[in-house]
T-cell receptor, first 113, second 111 residues
Framework: DAGITQSPRHKVTETGTPVTLRCHQT?????MYWYRQDPGHGLRLIHYSYGVKDTDKGEVSDGYSVSRSKTEDFLLTLESATSSQTSVYFC????????????FGQGTRLTVV | TQLLEQSPQFLSIQEGENLTVYCNSS?????LQWYRQEPGEGPVLLVTVVTGGEVKKLKRLTFQFGDARKDSSLHITAAQPGDTGLYLCAGDQSNTGKLIFGQGTTLQVKP
C-alpha cells in the first residue's frame, strides 16, 4: 500500500471556523492532490501541487487554500467553513505528468454544522 | 460541466449479466485511467490505457481506449456481487498532471 496518511479521519466543526486537513506521504511523489467527493459528483479536484511551494487550482477551489512546504506534506485549509463544504475529502499522490496513476488516502469525513 | 462524462450513473443488475460503462470527453487525453472504489475507502487503480484503440483485459473486465483518445469503455462479463462498487474514469487534463475524474458509475450486482 502507498504510504499516504490523512488526518484527521473525521471532524465536526461549526460554520465560520477555520479547518485544516493534513495529507502526509512517504513515497516521495512529486504531485499531490486534494479532492472532495459528494453523491452524484464523483471526485472533484480542489487544488493540486506539482512540487514544494508549487500549487494550482482545480475545479472547485473557492473557499479553500493549500500549502506545501515539504515534499511529504500537503495541507488543505477551509478559511471559514460553510455547510456546503460538508463532504468527504481525499488526498492523492502521483509521480507526475509521465505517470499520473494516483494513489489515495483513506479520506477525511468533514461535517460543518 | 464535467470534462469527463460517465454513463450510466447507476446500474443495478443480476449476477451473471454483462455490462458496459462509458467515459466520454470532447477533449483528447494522453491516457485514461479506471478506478474502483468501495464504501469507506479511497479509489484504487484498475488500469491505464495509453494508445488509441488499445484494449486491456483484467480477468472479466475489458477496457478499451477510443481511437481518437477521447473516450473509453469498461465491459464486465458475467458480473459477480464482488464487482459491486463505484467505478471512476480519470484523465490528465492538458497533460499537466492535473488529474480529473468523471462523476462515477455506481454498480450493484445482486446475487
Amino acid at each position: 500500500d502507498a504510504g499516504i496518511t490523512q488526518s484527521p479521519r473525521h471532524k465536526v466543526t461549526e460554520t465560520g471556523t477555520p479547518v485544516t486537513l493534513r495529507c502526509h506521504q512517504t513515497e516521495n511523489h512529486r504531485y499531490m492532490y486534494w479532492y472532495r467527493q459528494d453523491p452524484g459528483h464523483g471526485l472533484r479536484l480542489i487544488h493540486y501541487s506539482y512540487g514544494v511551494k508549487d500549487t494550482d487550482k482545480g475545479e472547485v477551489s473557492d473557499g479553500y487554500s493549500v500549502s506545501r512546504s515539504k515534499t511529504e506534506d500537503f495541507l488543505l485549509t477551509l478559511e471559514s467553513a460553510t455547510s456546503s463544504q460538508t463532504s468527504v475529502y481525499f488526498c492523492a499522490i502521483s509521480k507526475g505528468t509521465e505517470n499520473t496513476e494516483a494513489f489515495f488516502g483513506q479520506g477525511t469525513r468533514l461535517t460543518v454544522v | 460541466t464535467q470534462l469527463l462524462e460517465q454513463s450510466p450513473q447507476f446500474l443495478s443488475i443480476q449476477e451473471g449479466e454483462n455490462l458496459t460503462v462509458y467515459c466520454n470527453s470532447s477533449s483528447v487525453f494522453s491516457s485514461l485511467q479506471w478506478y474502483r472504489q468501495e464504501p469507506g475507502e479511497g479509489p484504487v487503480l484498475l488500469v491505464t490505457v495509453v494508445t488509441g484503440g488499445e484494449v486491456k483485459k483484467l480477468k472479466r473486465l475489458t477496457f478499451q481506449f477510443g481511437d481518437a483518445r477521447k473516450d473509453s469503455s469498461l465491459h464486465i462479463t458475467a458480473a459477480q456481487p464482488g464487482d459491486t462498487g463505484l467505478y471512476l474514469c480519470a484523465g490528465d487534463q492538458s497533460n499537466t498532471g492535473k488529474l480529473i475524474f468523471g462523476q462515477g458509475t455506481t454498480l450493484q450486482v445482486k446475487p
